[in-house]
């Protein structure tokens, strides 16, 4: 480059003469195109490696989204730009998607075996992966194996089956949950009433309660049950006040507490929880898609997908839980099982909040977006 230039000067600086070309050629031809003409002809539009370096750039300022903006209009000018679709793996790499960077790396190794940047950034991303230390081997002879003892099996049935081995035992405690808020509503409603009129103490009305203002409705019992008063409020359906509520904060303390701490984005916390709410009740389909949803939003895609499935099969009706196991398939790469999921959400959910929802996503899938294009990064 550098004795281009110096022959460039040397040209510049040289003495005035004329060209062997003017001797030979007196007349010079007149231009066929004009100057518009050259600089907006098709050598001139943007290419690939424009939105390479314009994405290049904004990476190196850790601008991610800017970056794969720009990557994703290159992307749609030539899609199989080499670079383009490696600065892309790299980029959701630094952001934490290590899967998806490897994925999308191996994938490149496979179309570009020679490309030393490709195959180089793979060794980087597995090599975490890989254990630092070989496994450790005896050279001794295998003891010889010995036969458990096998314990005769009990066919007594549990003192209580419903509560660890049903998942329809959590239905009812949800519905026992409900009526418990509605007797606590009763409770405070009573305890205003005889704090206002000491004579109406043991006097129970629940009409009375809603025409005095102390109730804005009279409450009803999820269960069809009926509310009556001795001491504290007592439904026939559920029982009274006091049992109600030891059994509820007994199944739903720690399950409340993971809420809470997902809540406020203590997801370490809330997983803790869940963890300990599904290790109790294995059954309960509620619990295990928290703790699926809490790690999917802490990045563990493989551990999310495994809680989901968990959730499915307690409960296969839960549309949430079929909604994000279809978005999690979508994300390590299983397009088409996210499709037939979504598909088969938008046919039986029709004209309902989760048909529309799958009907869109699985639209946004076909089109052709990638999983960030259709679930942006924040």
Known sequence: MALLLAAAVGLALAPARPLAAQTAFPTIAEPQTSVRDILTGPQNRPRADTYYLLGLAAARKNNHAEALRQIAIGLRLEPGHLRLLGLRAAIWARQGHTQEAIAEFRRLVRLFPDDDYVRQSLQELERPLRPRFAPVTSALPTPPRRDTPVAPVSTAAPASPKRVLESG????????QRCYFQMAAIRRAQAALAAADPAKKDAFD?????????????????????????????????????????????????????????????????????????????????????????????????????????????????????????????????????????????????????????????????SGRNYYQVFPPN
């Open 206 to 366: 629940l009409q009375a309660l809603v025409d005095t203002g102390h109730l804005s409705a009279p409450p009803v019992c999820p269960g069809g049950g009926t509310y009556s008063w001795n001491g504290a409020p007592v439904c026939s359906k559920h029982g009274d006040f006091a049992t109600a509520e030891a059994e509820v904060n007994t199944v739903f303390n720690d399950f409340n507490r993971g809420m809470q701490a997902k809540i406020g984005r203590n997801y370490g916390a809330a997983l803790e929880a869940f963890d300990q709410v599904c290790a109790v009740y294995p059954q309960w389909s509620e619990a295990h898609y928290q703790r699926g949803e809490t790690l999917f939003r802490l990045g563990e895609d493989r551990g999310a997908i495994e809680g989901i499935r968990r959730a499915l099969q307690c409960d296969p009706g839960n549309l949430d839980a079929k909604l994000l196991l279809a978005n999690l398939q979508f994300k390590v790469g299983h397009k088409e099982s996210a499709l037939q999921l979504l598909d088969e959400v938008a046919t039986e959910q029709s004209g309902t909040v989760y048909g529309l929802s799958a009907r869109s996503l699985a639209k946004s899938i076909r």
């Open 169 to 176: 035992y959590f239905e009812e405690m949800k519905q026992k």
